[in-house]
């Protein structure tokens, strides 16, 4: 029976990396993949595989270079991984006026990483940072992101730009929806 993947993929239609999204649900379907469906144009893409989850992040690194010449990270979450993270999200509380990210990372120990970097960052008492299952959620206040000393320093550096990517939650949240 066919496991239900997101990708998520960094960079893509930001800094003149633009990549429409029909092109990237063909080459995602070029590679074999069924139910495929992009989610904003932010290079979020759920599709359906009977492969191993080992084998995709490969494959699909290597079919966009080739069928779109877009070279980036790309992060995928099987769809049981999303709900453990749909689960801690629900225990976590957002003050009003404040955006729910999850920081989608490549390694388990880069949440305990960016967590010590958060410690050391100034940052106001509505901005939060939690681990969750491998992966990180931030709480910022609205129109801070970038601004925040926290996110200049991690969303915007090089050092973790092929380390990390982010998603507003309510994005996450469709895609999940998409999975079922």
């Known amino acids: 029976m066919a496991e239900y993947f997101a990708a998520f993929l960094r960079g893509v239609n930001v800094n003149g990396n633009k990549i429409k999204m029909d092109a990237l649900k063909t080459a995602f379907i070029k590679l074999g993949f069924a139910n495929v469906r992009t989610v904003l144009n932010t290079g979020n893409v759920v599709f359906a595989v009977n492969q191993p989850a080992q084998e995709l992040k490969a494959l699909i690194k290597s079919g966009l270079k080739s069928a779109l010449g877009y070279d980036a990270p790309v992060y995928l979450r ?4 999303l709900e453990t993270l749909q689960d801690a999200a629900r225990a976590l509380s957002v003050p009003d006026g404040c955006h729910l990210y999850l920081l989608l990372c ?3 120990a880069l949440p305990a990483e960016l967590g010590a970097l958060f410690a050391a960052t100034p940052h106001g008492e ?9 992966d990180a959620f931030w709480i910022v206040p609205k129109g801070e992101t ?11 550096a090089k050092q973790y730009k ?18 079922h």
């Open 162 to 179: 092929a380390r990390l990517t982010s998603r507003n939650w309510n994005t996450v949240e469709k895609i999940i929806k998409l999975m």
């Open 78 to 81: 099987g769809v049981s991984e």
């Open 146 to 156: 970038l601004s925040s000393p926290f996110g200049g320093k991690v969303l915007g």
């Open 126 to 134: 509505q901005e939060q940072f939690h681990p969750a299952a491998g």
């Open 106 to 108: 490549d390694s388990a």
